[in-house]
Structures are given as C-alpha cells and as structure tokens.
C-alpha cells in the first residue's frame, strides 16, 4: 500500500478511535486522582458568610468503591462524601466534597496540587448549594505524614 494512503488514513481514523477510548481513560484518570487525594490532612478554615477560623484534622478514604471524607473541627466529628466531577465543560476536574453541619448543606469546591513533597495539597471554596453568598467559605488542608 501507499504510505501517503497509510498517513492519511491513521490521520483519520486516530480521532475516533481516541474518541471511543476516551471514557476508558477518564475513568482511570479519576481512579488515580481517587487513589491520590486519599489521606490524613490538616485543615485550616474560615467560616461560611464570616471571618471566624477554624483548625482541624480531614481524613479523605475509600469506601464502596467512593470517596468519604471524616472532619474533626473543634471536636465535632462529621462524615461526608467527596466525588471528582468535571467542569468548565469537561476541561477540569474538582474535588466536590458534601456534608451537613448544623442540619445545613454544605458544599465545598477543591482545588489540588502536589506539593514539595508529592503529597496532595487541596484548597477548597465552601458554599450552601442552591444559595448565593458574597464570602464563601475557605479551607486549606496539609498532608500529614502520620495520622
């Protein structure tokens, strides 16, 4: 056969078979990042539509198959979930973490990155779903190397 047939041909044929693979390899991407956020954080805080701070400790883990996270703020325990989700039409990816406090919803949006040490270093926005505020909440959380 012709090699310029050939180069068209892969030319061609590359972006669909890229676009069958592309939720296989989503899925394993989201699994690594799964895998990666997993731990024992320090937390740092600032509360919902207020200037109050906090410390605490997060663990983020495994369970069934998805992400729970367990919060310690001020010896108040509190279970919740955490999902990777994309945004900015697919072109990101955020850490959703989702629990109740006070009987409210809360939401918090995640950032991460690694730090010097290739741990997670996860930076987050805390919100009430479905209400507007003008000062969102804000956390900082710090991989801790012993638990």
Known sequence: ?????????AILCL?????CLAPTAMAEVDELFKQYLQGHYQLVGKAIDSDASYTGKMSIYEQ?????????????SIQGTATI?????????????RFQQQERDIEASCLWRGDLDNYARISCYLYHPGEDTENPGLEALFHLRQH
């Open 15 to 19: 972006p669909l078979i890229s676009l």
């Open 1 to 9: 056969m012709n090699k310029l047939f050939i180069r068209r041909l």
């Open 85 to 97: 989700e994309p945004v900015l039409n697919g072109d990101a990816k955020v850490l959703r973490i």
């Open 64 to 76: 069934g198959g998805e992400l729970k996270v367990h919060r310690e703020i001020e010896g108040v």
